[in-house]
Nanobody, 125 residues
Framework: QVVLVESGGGSVQAGGSLRLSCAVS????????MGWFRQAPGKEREGLSC????????QYADYAKGRFTISRDTAKNTLNLQMNDLKPDDTAMYYC??????????????????WGQGTQVTVSL
């Protein structure tokens, strides 16, 4: 059974930083692409970032480029998301997800094997 557990969310002021982590059990990070999504109140869930199973390629949504960085810790079997220069529009529930193939293409369009339960990020002025 694949289980994803996010942590690291919280409340910060605009311009601040947070680091989200996703602890993975039931598979290793080198099997499938993994990524982060988010869902703001009243909006649909949207893709944020993805990393391939070999860690060699990353993808970001336009709003995340230059501010967010996805990474993996294979020793800890953990997926991370460093978020800098946070804005109020970044307020959302953040989810990690594992795809069904090594590349990001499927995951990016929502073909997800397993979702985490989410961690809330709130950014205030």
């Amino acid at each position: 059974q694949v289980v994803l557990v996010e942590s690291g969310g919280g409340s910060v002021q605009a311009g601040g930083s947070l680091r989200l982590s996703c602890a993975v059990s039931g598979l290793t990070l080198d099997e499938y692409a993994m990524g982060w999504f988010r869902q703001a109140p009243g909006k649909e869930r949207e893709g944020l970032s993805c990393i391939t199973s070999d860690g060699g390629r990353t993808q970001y949504a336009d709003y995340a480029k230059g501010r967010f960085t996805i990474s993996r810790d294979t020793a800890k079997n953990t997926l991370n998301l460093q978020m800098n220069d946070l804005k109020p529009d970044d307020t959302a529930m953040y989810y990690c997800a594992v795809g069904v193939e090594p590349k990001c293409v499927g995951l990016w369009y929502g073909t997800v094997r397993t979702w985490g339960q989410g961690t809330q990020v709130t950014v205030s002025l």
